[in-house]
């Protein structure tokens, strides 16, 4: 590990076990491994919310109803805004492990049932592991969801289940189990209203030269046999 990075988490430990911990919300985490998707290789510490463009952010309400918005990178506005709520970052110029933390807040009537975020497609994974060792080559310590440490204030004091779903490896190896495509924060059931807020820790990485997905592998390989059959023509010819 760089001296760098060495420090960070020093730097890290050390202000946690200073200020210590204000555990408003209960969590419970739990894994659904699914099918791994493979990349080249992984971020470490650098991933920030200006890094997740695209990201999508779905917001689940108790009367059935939801909405998707993708996460877009514009300065102070960097998030996800809904209709009625939004999903930021408090500060997205900095790293998303220990330096930024999200901020959850809602305006609507309509009570909210869970939020879910799909990283992946956009070059997004989702780090819940606090040590590194084992895990992922490059992907440095991560850190799973944590709420009401310091310089956030949940106002939410009811249960979260956090899912993280989808394995991520690195091509040519096993999964370690720390990194995930997606990540589902539930609520318990009617507590969540209108007023609310929710703010969390949680690690992102980015995906560095991603394996292309099946779609692009065909039309690749739909190219090649294109070239293939034109040089055996002109050859013929």
Known sequence: MK????????LGTFSLALLGVAQGATVNIF????????VDSITGYGTTGYDMTGMEVTVNYWNGGSQLVSWDADGAGTGANGTDWSLTMNDPALSTYYSSHWVFDTSGSALIESIVLNG?????????????????P????????????????TSYVGNIDVTYFGHVAITGSTAFGDLYQGMSISFESGAFEAGDTFTFYQDTDNIVNPVPEPATMLL?????LGLVGRRFWKKKN
């Open 31 to 38: 894994e659904n491994a699914g099918t791994v998707e493979y």
């Open 138 to 153: 490059g992907s440095a310590w991560g850190n799973p969801l944590q709420t009401d440490y310091y310089a956030t204030n």
């Open 120 to 136: 992946f497609a956009h070059n997004v994974v989702f780090d819940n592991d606090e040590t590194s060792f084992p895990g992922t």
């Open 3 to 10: 001296k760098k990075n060495l420090l960070v988490v020093l």
């Open 220 to 224: 690749f390989g739909v190219g090649v």
